[in-house]
């Protein structure tokens, strides 16, 4: 069975830096183009970024401004995501999910269009 699991969420100081994990079982996820969201409660699932295991590339979303950087640490079957400079505005629960091709999905803030996702960890961005 395909899991995602994220860890490394909590309580942060604005302008303070978070790594959140996100390890996978099942599934080798060296193969798989992964995501990132994050929802606040009420609102729609936003996008983050989009991580390609073919090229290792990754496409952002403008809000992102260099600020959130992913890394893949294939021998842990886990994807990293470095936050930096963290605002209030970051605070939400923090999605991984998996496309089901090693690209990016063509639409890739579309949360449709990927397969498994984990069960999310909290992120508080607070003083």
């Known amino acids: 069975q395909e899991q995602l699991a994220e860890s490394g969420g909590g309580l942060v100081q604005p302008g303070g830096s978070l790594r959140l994990s996100c390890a996978a079982s099942?599934?080798?996820?060296?193969?798989?183009?992964v995501g990132w969201f994050r929802q606040v409660p009420g609102k729609e699932r936003e996008w983050i970024l989009c991580?390609?295991?073919?090229?290792?590339?990754?496409v952002y979303a403008d809000f992102v401004k260099g600020r959130f950087t992913i890394t893949r640490d294939n021998a842990k079957n886990t994807v990293l995501l470095q936050i930096d400079k963290m605002k209030p505005e970051d605070t939400a629960d923090y999605f991984c999910?998996?496309?089901?091709?090693?690209?990016?999905?063509?639409?890739?803030?579309?949360?449709?269009?990927?397969?498994?996702w984990g069960q999310g960890t909290q992120v508080t961005v607070s003083s």
């Open positions: 999910t998996k496309f089901k091709y090693s690209g990016c999905p063509v639409y890739t803030h579309i949360a449709s269009a990927y397969d498994y």
């Open positions: 991580n390609s295991a073919n090229d290792n590339t990754t």
């Open positions: 099942g599934f080798a996820l060296e193969y798989a183009a």
